[in-house]
């Protein structure tokens, strides 16, 4: 894998060399290993030149006139700040991975397109129905400004699969508590979705402590909260999340429009279990 540091790119362009054309100029967010993965899993598809820029150390430099002067055929922005870094650029297309939320960084531009880390609504349904609960009653905490759209495909998704959603909308952590304590008894599961307004430290630790007390089993998006004391989580493969969107870019070099590629979800995901709550709560998970 071929890291560069800013400095070295700027130098190159500055000595008028053209080290990106025809290629693909990968913007990553951070040094950090589920974005690593994702960059490896592109390249184990897309075989174009590809040459990555880490822009952590980086936060005054202007990235989209970098890539202007760079002229790559096409540009990978892994994590948010990457894509917020190079959002403004019309004229290249543009192929993203890692982001939770990418329609409140960069909308849906003609040029934009890529593979979001959310996990379809229908595999966590699914995994709900299998724990064979009695009556099934899910509530969904969530800030309308953060995940309203993620909450809408929830709510389409459970109704056609005739399950009970109770979703609430949350505009500050500190709702959280009592909004928790005022529904005690009216769900026998919750679903934590990636929400930073409803989903901090301090909330967490709240609502693992509420449910457990309360028997609900908590499902969630990440295997560290499994690790807290959450029941089951679905957890995202960095690799394949990289490969569907080298896929993409494999289809745009070869001619597609980046405009007639799907916005995707993840296709793969990673099944934590905590055996000692399903055990405390007499769930059986013969079903998983």
Not at 41 to 59: H, W
Not at 126 to 131: A, K, S, V
């Amino acid at each position: 894998m071929r890291t560069i540091l800013l400095t070295i790119l700027f130098a190159l362009l500055l000595s008028g060399r053209s080290v990106f054309a025809h290629d693909i100029l990968v913007v990553q967010s951070l040094q950090v290993k589920p974005f690593d993965e994702a960059l490896r899993g592109f390249r184990s598809v897309c075989k174009a030149e590809s040459i990555s820029v880490v822009v952590s150390g980086a936060p005054g430099v202007d990235v989209s006139r970098t890539v202007r002067e760079a002229r790559p055929a096409l540009i990978l922005a892994i994590g948010a700040d990457a894509l917020n870094r190079v959002k403004k650029i019309r004229d290249i297309p543009i192929i993203y991975s890692m982001v939770l939320n990418p329609e409140k960084i960069a909308g849906r531009g003609k040029n934009i397109a890529g593979v979001n880390m959310n996990v379809s609504p229908g595999k966590y349904l699914n995994l709900m129905e299998r724990l064979n609960l009695p009556n099934l009653r899910v509530c969904v905490l969530y800030d309308p400004a953060q995940t309203g759209n993620m909450v809408k495909n929830i709510r389409q998704t459970a109704l056609a699969k005739g399950i009970d959603i109770t979703a609430k909308e949350v505009h500050n952590p500190k709702e959280v508590p009592e909004l928790l304590t005022r529904m005690k008894g009216a769900f026998n599961l919750f679903w934590m979705i990636p929400d930073p307004t409803v989903v901090t430290p301090e909330t967490v630790e709240f609502l693992l402590l509420f449910t457990q007390q309360s028997g609900v089993p908590v499902v969630t998006f990440a295997g560290k909260y499994v690790d807290e004391g959450a029941l089951i989580s679905l957890d995202i493969n960095s690799f394949d999340l990289g490969k569907q969107a080298g896929e993409m870019a494999n289809k745009v070099l070869d001619g597609t429009r980046v405009s007639e590629l799907p916005d995707s979800e993840a296709r793969k995901a990673i099944l934590r279990i905590n055996r000692k709550v399903a055990q405390k709560l007499g769930i059986s998970l013969k079903g998983i």
